[in-house]
């Protein structure tokens, strides 16, 4: 999710408290913006392993921008030009 889109989500959920997966799914759909933005949620019922790192060859393949607030944590990775 582009942060542009994080305060519009955080207001569709503002105040609800999560009972379960399908209302935080039903929530999350709802956001929309005046400008077109609206969201699609897929959710990926699955665990995933902790500590698991990606190659370093992988990450050096990828177009990754660190976001300024707080990148390690916040960033995009953009799609490969084919050109």
């Not at 889109?5 to 009972?19: D, I, K, N």
């Not at 956001?31 to 995933?48: F, S």
Request: with cysteine; proline share 6%; aromatic share 4%.
């Amino acid at each position: 999710m582009s942060t542009a889109s994080s305060p519009h989500v955080t207001r569709a959920c503002e105040g609800v408290v999560f009972e379960s997966v399908p209302l935080v799914k039903q929530l999350i759909e709802r956001t929309q913006t005046r400008t077109g933005l609206q969201v699609t949620v897929d959710i990926i019922d699955r665990v995933y392993e902790t500590g698991r790192k990606a190659a370093l060859d992988l990450k050096a393949s990828l177009r990754i921008v660190a976001d300024a607030l707080l990148p390690p944590w916040n960033y995009t990775i953009l799609p490969n030009s084919t050109a």
